[in-house]
Nanobody, 115 residues
Framework: QVQLVESGGGLVQPGGSLRLSCAASGSIFSINVMGWYRQAPGKQRELVAVASSGRSANYADFVKGRFTISRDNAKNTVYLQMHSLKPEDTAVYYC?????????WGKGTLVTVSS
């Protein structure tokens, strides 16, 4: 079993920055994909950014140039550095880990972008 715990969400003004962290524990294999998804009220969950254990990364178009995903494989931790936040970035951000055909999810952390 795998457990994911997110942290770092909160309230930020438009144009501000936040850094999300997600620590994974349990039965984690060396080859996996960790990433971030988000779900705004009334909308479906959508991919934000994912990074493989080899550190190749993919981003949704709406965050390119503003968000950066990074990993510390030794700590089984993934980060999401968010800059130039917009009100439309408001959502619950979920950490995910995929390995050997199974996806695991954290409980989410709320990011609110508002003045």
């Amino acid at each position: 079993q795998v457990q994911l715990v997110e942290s770092g969400g909160g309230l930020v003004q438009p144009g501000g920055s936040l850094r999300l962290s997600c620590a994974a524990s349990g039965s984690i294999f060396s080859i996996n994909v960790m990433g971030w998804y988000r779900q705004a009220p009334g909308k479906q969950r959508e991919l934000v950014a994912v990074a493989s254990s080899g550190r190749s990364a993919n981003y949704a178009d709406f965050v390119k140039g503003r968000f950066t995903i990074s990993r510390d494989n030794a700590k089984n931790t993934v980060y999401l550095q968010m800059h130039s936040l917009k009100p439309e970035d408001t959502a619950v951000y979920y950490c995910s880990l995929g390995q050997r055909g199974t996806n695991y999810w954290g409980k989410g952390t709320l990011v609110t972008v508002s003045s």
